[in-house]
C-alpha cells in the first residue's frame, strides 16, 4: 500500500520560512515524478512544484517562483518544499503527489497525501 505522508505545516509571520516534507512509502520513490500543490479555502487544488524522478528538471508555479524550493531525497523516500518569504496569500493546505507523467496537472497524479496546513499570518 502506497502512502504518502506530509508534515512541517503551520504558522508563520509573513516574510518567514517552513519546510515541508512528505514521506513515501510503498513503491520505488527513486523512479517517480513527483509534485507539490496546494488548496486555499473555496478554491480549486493548485499546482505549487514538481520534480522530475531523476531531480534534474524543476518546475515552479508563477507565485512561488525565487522564493520556494523542491528537492527530493531518494535514499530517505521523502520530498521536500522549502518555503521562503511566505506570504498570507500561501496560506492553504499543501499536498504532495506522486506518479505522474504531466506533472503540472492535479489529474494525472496516481497517488497523494492528506495534507499540511500552512497558515501565514500578516
Known amino acids: 500500500q502506497v502512502q504518502l505522508v506530509e508534515s512541517g505545516g503551520g504558522l508563520v509571520q509573513a516574510g518567514g520560512s517552513l519546510r515541508l516534507s512528505c514521506a513515501v512509502a510503498?513503491?520505488?520513490?527513486?523512479?517517480?515524478?513527483m509534485g507539490w500543490f496546494r488548496q486555499a479555502p473555496g478554491k480549486e487544488r493548485d499546482f505549487v512544484s514538481a520534480m522530475f524522478w531523476s531531480g534534474g528538471t524543476t518546475y515552479y508555479a508563477d507565485f512561488v517562483k525565487g522564493r520556494f524550493t523542491i528537492s527530493r531525497d531518494n535514499a530517505k523516500n521523502t520530498m521536500y518544499l522549502q518555503m521562503n518569504s511566505l506570504k498570507p496569500e500561501d496560506t492553504a493546505v499543501y499536498y504532495c503527489?506522486?506518479?505522474?507523467?504531466?506533472?503540472?496537472?492535479?489529474?494525472?497524479?496516481?497517488?497523494w497525501g492528506h495534507g499540511t496546513q500552512v497558515t501565514v499570518s500578516s
Open positions: 510503498g513503491l520505488s520513490f527513486s523512479r517517480y515524478n
Open positions: 503527489a506522486v506518479d505522474s507523467n504531466n506533472v503540472r496537472s492535479r489529474k494525472d497524479y496516481r497517488y
